[in-house]
């Protein structure tokens, strides 16, 4: 009996090698982290594509006063979707893909500390993306919003929570099990990242000498690490109090709806910075090659995105001045969320003074991390705006919110994300994306994201709530909604672009030489796309720009070395 068993083994392991060497075979069982990378990269944009066609018909339903593109339901829950798929789905996947592909390459590893733990977090993305969106298929998708707040969450599609005809279904369930299961991706790609930067960096590379995006990408998965807690206990007790009769968010068996929002902002708010904190790395890296100089103020870029990690978790509940906290409570998280922006603030300076008197290449990747600083400059001004209680308490819950979380989240991180596309895209696959059609996805992008957004800001000084699916014709709203409209349309046209050049440039663009941009870090300093094993010789570093001084010897600045 023992020869057949052992003769199926022989024949599993035989056909398992044989996969394993196909070209499928090697993207599905692949622990390589630049296959990973990429896997996520293309992940996010696609459910990016996803998000942005829920987008436009939010915004195709309020073009116009009165209209009936989507029923009360169907907007609920394409509007829920929409936030959810942009913020799990699109913003961290992407941000972990580039973080896997270029982090152990920046600090001169072969690969990740745990290279089946890093396929594991992928996997359990993609399967927890796809659980949700089949929500649809269920006709259940979510429809209380992407924050999902109490009660809304514990009732079906369509119901209030004094409804008698509502039913528990599993809308808010696909939401919960959903967020569970990307946090378990997440807090495996966080611990991955935290083990490879302190334990695999290069001889010679301290921490003061890791570049700028290593370090928010570590400050970024220790914020993971102790942020999800939160989220995943709010979705915990939602869940048990569907269906185990709990009542932790019900007022009227002695629960509180608000102990919701604490928990889901708690997290919420910090995720603000795991959004945004990759992206500040990608244009440290950027700004200083395109500017032909180095970084202005290397440590305080590095030790103000420390000192924003550690403010993100004082500020959460700035997202709940209207819902009547004590005064003291709202005197100090006005008084963090105010404090919160110097950090913020010393980045921008230190971009700007970069940027000041270099020899400036208006490239692609620099036009997009140009793009991002002004765009990302307004959302912080109006964001500073909204830590002012009596002025929140006016614009709370209105299009101005809307317009603040879109500067910053689309105006700076999408542009961040494009800034490394380009920037990124020649080490990746051994080709430039095209030049002329960069220019032209970036304006479209420009108009797109002002003449979408600002209008929100008047639109919310004039009152418009938002979550509402329409509105009447005699409020004043109706011209600045058309103009957002049509800005989204502008927008959607510039991601069509960005397709387009992504096709043609795989298939017939320009071959780039390893370093193309005569960078400064070390992913530069091997051939595009990288050898399996990322570098023949280990490398050593001696300074912070370790591939600029090795092509350079001659002006290298020994002196100021750190050691």
């Excluded at 459910?47 to 942005?52: H, K, P, R, W």
């Excluded at 009165?66 to 941000?95: K, R």
Aim: glycine share 10%; with cysteine.
């Amino acid at each position: 009996m023992a020869t057949p068993v052992i003769g199926n083994a022989t024949t599993t392991v035989v056909r398992q090698k044989r996969l394993s060497e196909s070209y499928v075979g090697e993207w599905l069982m692949t622990t390589d982290h630049k296959l990973i990378g990429i896997m996520y990269i293309v992940t996010g944009f696609f459910f990016f594509l996803v998000g942005g066609m829920e987008a436009l018909l939010i915004r195709t339903q309020l073009a116009a006063p009165d209209a009936h593109v989507l029923s009360p339901q169907t907007y609920n829950a394409i509007f829920t979707m929409h936030g959810t798929t942009m913020i799990f789905l699109f913003v961290i996947p992407v941000l972990t893909g580039f973080g896997n592909y270029i982090v152990p390459l920046m600090i001169g590893a072969r690969d990740m500390a745990f290279p089946r733990l890093n396929a594991f977090g992928y996997w359990v993305l993609l399967f927890g993306g796809i659980f949700i969106q089949s929500s649809f298929l269920f006709g259940a998708p979510p429809d209380g919003g992407w924050f999902l707040y109490a009660p809304l969450n514990l009732t079906n599609a369509g119901c209030t929570v004094h409804a008698t005809a509502c039913t528990n279904g599993m809308n808010a369930d696909f939401w919960a099990l959903g967020v569970l299961m990307l946090g378990v991706s997440s807090i495996a790609g966080s611990v991955n990242f935290v083990v490879t930067i302190l334990k695999l960096r290069a001889p010679g590379m301290s921490i003061n000498r890791m570049p700028l995006f290593t370090w928010m990408v570590l400050v970024t998965s220790f914020l993971l690490l102790f942020a999800l807690p939160s989220l995943t206990a709010a979705a915990g007790l939602l869940l048990l109090d569907r269906h185990a009769g709990t009542h932790f968010y019900q007022y009227a068996f002695g629960g509180d709806p608000l102990l919701w929002q604490h928990l889901f902002w708690s997290f919420g708010h910090p995720e603000v910075y795991i959004l945004i904190l990759p992206v500040f790395g990608m244009i440290s890296e950027i700004l200083p090659v395109f500017s032909h100089k180095p970084i202005f103020g290397y440590t305080f870029i590095a030790w103000s995105g420390v000192a924003i990690g550690f403010l993100s978790f004082t500020v959460w509940a700035h997202h709940m001045f209207a819902v009547g906290l004590p005064p003291i409570a709202q005197a100090f998280f006005a008084t963090s969320t105010t404090l919160i922006a110097i950090p913020t603030a010393v980045k921008i300076f230190n971009w700007i003074a970069t940027i000041f008197g270099g020899k400036i290449s208006f490239k692609v990747p620099m036009l997009f991390a140009l793009g991002f600083v002004a765009m990302f400059l307004i959302g912080g001004l109006n964001g500073a705006a909204l830590a002012v209680v009596p002025f929140d308490y006016q614009v709370t819950d209105t299009y101005f919110v809307v317009a603040h979380l879109h500067y910053v989240l689309f105006g700076g991180t999408v542009f961040g994300v494009f800034a490394g596309t380009y920037y990124w895209f020649p080490k990746m696959t051994g080709k430039f994306l095209g030049e002329r059609l960069g220019q032209v996805q970036f304006w479209l992008m420009l108009i797109g994201v002002n003449l979408t957004f600002f209008p929100m800001h008047i639109l919310g000084l004039l009152g418009m709530p938002r979550r509402y699916y329409t509105y009447a014709g005699n409020l004043g709203w109706n011209e600045l909604n058309l103009l957002a409209s049509i800005g989204a349309l502008t927008i959607g046209l510039a991601i069509m672009v960005f397709l387009y050049n992504v096709i043609v440039s795989l298939k017939n663009g320009q071959v780039a030489p390893d370093d193309p941009w005569d960078a400064f870090t070390l992913e530069w300093d091997t051939s595009s796309p990288p050898k399996k094993y990322n570098f023949l010789h280990i490398p050593v570093v001696r300074s912070r720009r370790p591939f600029y001084d090795k092509k350079y010897p001659e002006i290298a600045d020994w002196k100021t070395v750190i050691h």
